[in-house]
C-alpha cells in the first residue's frame, strides 16, 4: 500500500511527532509509513486521513504489487 502521509504532513507543517501524537503512536510508526515499510491498521489510517481532513482513499492507495 502507498500512501500521502509525508506529502501531507509537509504540506500542513507539522513534524513526524505532532502527527504522531495526534494519532497516538511513536513517532517510529510515522517514520516506518512514510518510508513505506508499514500497512496502518484501519483505524489508525481513518485517524491520519482526519488529521488531514481526507478520505482513506485519499491518503492510502492500494498497489496492484501488493497482491
Not at 513534524?15 to 491498521?41: C, G, H
Request: overall charge negative.
Amino acid at each position: 500500500m502507498k500512501n500521502r502521509v509525508k506529502e501531507l504532513r509537509v504540506e500542513h507543517g507539522i513534524t513526524q511527532q505532532e502527527l504522531a501524537d495526534k494519532v497516538s503512536v511513536s513517532s517510529r510508526t510515522i517514520i516506518s509509513l512514510e518510508k513505506q515499510k508499514y500497512n496502518p491498521s484501519v483505524l489508525l489510517a481513518y485517524k491520519i486521513a482526519s488529521v488531514f481532513n481526507l478520505s482513506i482513499e485519499e491518503t492510502f492507495m492500494f498497489d496492484e504489487d501488493d497482491k
